[in-house]
């Protein structure tokens, strides 16, 4: 698939050339540094992109391609087979509904129930996702839910029709360590019986919970692996760098900075920042080479 935001200096080319499966039951991480495409490329899949973004390629559901149906249908595909659990649930909850009655929208909507009985079921919801005193909780608004709370509810609100394939983008993302844990423990659970897409820069989410792990930098996909794999070694050098970066691995940092969507550097994309760069590297672009049963785009594996 390919993304463009036009804008007033050119294309942003926010996903360049990305093709990736995921497997029934499985979890698979889609990781990297923010702005390289991995929010945008789970927002495509449901077709959630502003009206004027160029669009190209095939999304493919079990063996529909999403892009060739009507809206309509797509709405209702939305939420009752793909499920979403947005980032900052703060500003994905409306401020004016209580949280119940927006957790039992999708019931009703994709369900067919009816209010009162949705919102029985908000409460059962808001139970499992471990919401304490939910015949109270159901009544109230955002604003009185704490952050570690909201990100409970959205997560409830994407469960809620019961999805065969759910999208979780940045779960835990300004959670504190506590609230984090938790928030993690569930989404192992919730995992366990389905398919599920984990949109994340923390690798702690990443090892406890994926499968297999598809690493993207600037657009691109870089490396994909099955996680155990993965932590234990890196092949791509961004990988090594993005993993090494981490407090809990010595924060070295990556030098310079992610390059320009607008005009990326030719050949291979992370070169001006790698420390094996080689002539080739700078000139030719690396295509996804299988190395033992993962993929990784660069030359040191060709």
Do not use: W
Not at 61 to 90: A, T, W
Request: hydrophobic share 35%; charged share 25%.
């Amino acid at each position: 698939m390919y993304v463009d935001f036009p804008t007033d200096d050119g294309l942003v080319r926010a996903v360049n050339g990305v093709d990736l499966s995921i497997a029934e039951d499985e979890v698979l991480g889609l990781i990297g540094e923010s702005g390289c495409g991995k929010s945008v490329l789970g927002l495509s899949i449901i077709r959630l992109l502003q009206e004027d973004v160029i669009f190209k390629g095939d999304i493919l559901y079990r063996g529909e391609n999403l892009y060739l149906i009507e809206k309509e249908d797509m709405r209702k595909l939305r939420g009752k087979e793909i499920g979403m659990i947005p980032q900052n649930p703060g500003s994905s909850l409306n401020p004016v509904l209580t949280v119940g009655s927006q957790i039992a929208e999708p019931l009703m909507l994709h369900k067919h129930v009816k209010g009162s009985l949705a919102v029985k079921m908000a409460e059962k919801l808001l139970e499992r996702v471990r919401i304490g005193d939910p015949q109270k909780r159901v009544k109230d608004y955002p604003h009185q839910y704490s952050g570690g709370m909201k990100e409970r509810a959205v997560i409830a609100m994407g469960i809620a029709s019961e999805p065969r394939f759910i999208i979780a983008d940045e779960p835990t993302k300004g959670l504190d360590v506590t609230v984090k844990r938790n928030i993690v423990k569930l989404l192992k659970e919730i995992s366990e019986k389905k398919t599920m897409l984990i949109i994340t820069h923390d690798l702690g989410v990443a090892e406890e919970v994926c499968d297999r792990i598809a690493v993207m930098y600037a657009g691109e996909l870089v490396e994909v692996s099955p996680a155990a794999l993965m932590f234990e070694k890196q092949l791509h050098p961004y990988t090594g760098g993005f993993f090494n970066s981490l407090p809990s691995r010595g924060l070295k940092p990556i030098k310079g900075s992610s390059p320009s969507l607008i005009d990326p550097p030719q050949g291979c994309r992370f070169h001006p920042r790698c420390n094996y760069c080689s002539d080739r590297c700078r000139t030719e672009h690396p295509p996804m080479i299988e190395k033992n049963g993962r993929l990784v785009r660069c030359f040191l594996y060709a």
